[in-house]
């Protein structure tokens, strides 16, 4: 699974081939020991948790960066390799 951005210890990852548990376009982020899927669409939690103030930078950087990774997601889901992304600053 790709690491696409890192930002703030988190690591944002997209896994190839991805769309059978959670159909909606997801992204996954590790902090520490923690991880989380998290919507593309709306930011909304899947799976998982990160700590309330992880998250919320999870969540802007995915407002920021939505079209990106709607492009990723295409991408990963027919196992193309997917384009790293800024991180959040």
Do not use: C
């Not at 990160?50 to 919320?56: E, F, V, Y």
């Not at 995915?62 to 991408?75: G, V």
């Amino acid at each position: 699974m790709p690491t696409i951005a890192m930002f703030y210890g988190i690591l944002i990852k997209m896994y190839f081939h991805d769309n059978k548990k959670h159909v909606a376009p997801h992204i996954h982020a590790e902090y520490a020991e923690d991880t989380a899927t998290i919507a593309i669409e709306d930011g909304t939690i899947l799976a998982g948790s990160l700590p309330a103030a992880k998250m919320k930078l999870v969540q802007a950087w995915i407002e920021i960066h939505r079209d990106e990774l709607m492009a990723d997601w295409k991408l990963a889901v027919t196992g193309e390799p997917v384009f790293k992304i800024d991180p959040l600053r």
